[in-house]
């Protein structure tokens, strides 16, 4: 529904949105937060004819105090609520029963394929609204750094002489933005508990380490577009997932370097602070703020639109390559452990390659929320790069990538994934004769170099 006069879903004219192309504009949107609170209108008018100290007015007595940029209660409730228009049947003990069953199998089957041991410590069947309970210490250290910066960047915006004078308006306005974001967060953080599998769904363990999760009710709607049985497909998840948590649970860097790889990004979030100014000291003069129309011509043509800088590419890009190695890496395993048991793999594992491959919920809730990406869009690539560095060197070798981030393919190794480490091959097996040998050399400094090796002669 929109704001424009005449608008046959509106149920007659309407002023124009005085925030429409901002930040603000669903707040005072038809529908929106402040629609249906009392104005002259009524409900489901939009402005209505309120003046801006009302609007400004109901917005500040519908802020509840938080702490931090988010209020989490109001996440929480709408997404809450958001899952409960669809049924979401607890998970029963025969769920939980077969969720351990299948990760112990997934685990004893990856214990061939890759040298980490197993990271699992719990496992657990969730319904739609666990995994919104459990997973929400993890989303609040991936959102609200990019929440935090959306927020303070108001105030930051305006001129230094207005910030003295607008500080009650610029902390109402702050307040607006933490709910508008609250509210887009909580609805699609219910949204996508809707579609999520498994508690390491996007690449990153949204659970508590060491526990593997599914989602149940999801897991069976995934298995019944599938010509492949619900128990294969709980076991092909279930393999993926106690993969992730090998991973997770045995290079300690790599938990931390995703989630510093969002925090840079939300460091280098600005708004556009020379566009902004510019437009608020041209129209100073034509500005009523009893009038909200006036204030149409300041707040919309993209002064919000914050632009990419150096410091978020860089991010984005350290971010999209972690997530496509890790997705690879886990692909490539899972592959590898499935070969000679389970037929139906191939199928499940096209299947997942694609759902992820198209950005998955997890990339459109983040790209929609903050701007940013949880793609693994080059996961095809990483996981050729695994697999051919394992056929070239051994899982010692894939493996041994991860014991430090300096190690990682770049964007420029995933362009070429057989070409990566080409030159390393299995250390040929050398007698025990020709290995005191080797190492005789070696303490006595004999190098091919050396003055008194043949070759330096």
């Known amino acids: 529904m929109t704001n424009d006069p005449g608008d046959p879903g509106s149920g007659g004219p309407e002023e124009p949105n005085p925030f429409k192309g901002t930040p603000f504009e669903q707040f005072f949107a038809a529908g929106g937060p402040l629609s249906g609170m009392g104005g002259p209108g009524g409900p489901g008018a939009g402005l209505g004819g309120m003046n801006f100290n009302d609007i400004l007015s109901q917005l500040k007595s519908m802020m509840e105090p938080h702490e931090g940029p988010l209020n989490w209660k109001v996440v929480d409730d709408l997404a809450r609520s958001s899952v409960a228009q669809q049924p979401d049947p607890t998970p029963a003990q025969r769920d939980h029963d077969r969720v351990a069953d299948s990760v112990q199998l997934a685990d004893h089957w990856l214990d061939v394929a890759t040298e980490f041991p197993s990271g699992v410590t719990s496992t657990a069947a969730w319904s739609r609204s666990d995994w919104v309970a459990e997973t929400r210490p993890v989303w609040k250290v991936l959102i609200e750094p990019v929440a935090a910066k959306s927020v303070s960047g108001i105030g930051n915006a305006l001129p230094q002489e207005m910030q003295a004078t607008a500080g009650p308006l610029i902390g109402i306005i702050g307040q607006a933005v933490g709910g508008m974001l609250a509210s887009q967060i909580g609805q699609g953080l219910g949204g996508l508990a809707g579609e999520v599998l498994t508690a390491s769904d996007i690449g990153v363990p949204l659970g508590a380490p060491g526990k593997a999760a599914l989602v149940m009710s999801n897991v069976r709607e995934f298995a019944e577009g599938l010509d492949v049985s619900e128990d294969d497909v709980l076991l092909y998840l279930a393999l993926r997932e106690a993969a992730h948590q090998r991973l997770f649970a045995h290079v300690p860097w790599l938990r931390e370097h995703l989630v510093g790889a969002v925090t840079d990004y939300a460091q280098g979030l600005e708004l556009n602070v020379q566009q902004m100014q510019e437009r608020i000291q041209e129209q100073m003069g034509s500005i009523n703020p009893m009038d909200p129309a006036s204030m149409q011509g300041l707040l919309e043509g993209g002064m919000f639109e914050p632009p990419v800088s150096p410091q978020q590419e860089s991010a984005l890009s350290r971010l999209e390559i972690a997530l496509a190695l890790v997705e690879g890496w886990v692909d490539e395993v899972v592959g590898q452990a499935t070969a000679e048991r389970m037929p139906a793999a191939a199928k499940l594992r096209e299947a997942v390659r694609r759902r992820r491959a198209a950005g998955g ?90 003055p008194d090796s043949p070759e330096g002669e």
């Open 361 to 450: 919920p997890a990339e459109q809730t983040f790209a929609a929320l903050v701007g940013l990406e949880l793609r693994p869009r080059r996961l095809r690539d990483a996981s050729t790069l695994w697999g051919g560095l394992r056929a070239r060197s051994g899982a010692e070798a894939r493996d041994g990538v991860w014991m430090h981030p300096d190690l990682l393919p770049t964007a420029a190794d995933l362009d070429d994934p057989l070409s990566f480490r080409a030159e390393a091959t299995q250390p040929e097996d050398l007698s025990e004769d020709a290995f005191d040998e080797e190492l005789r050399k070696l303490l006595e400094g004999e190098t091919p170099d050396s």
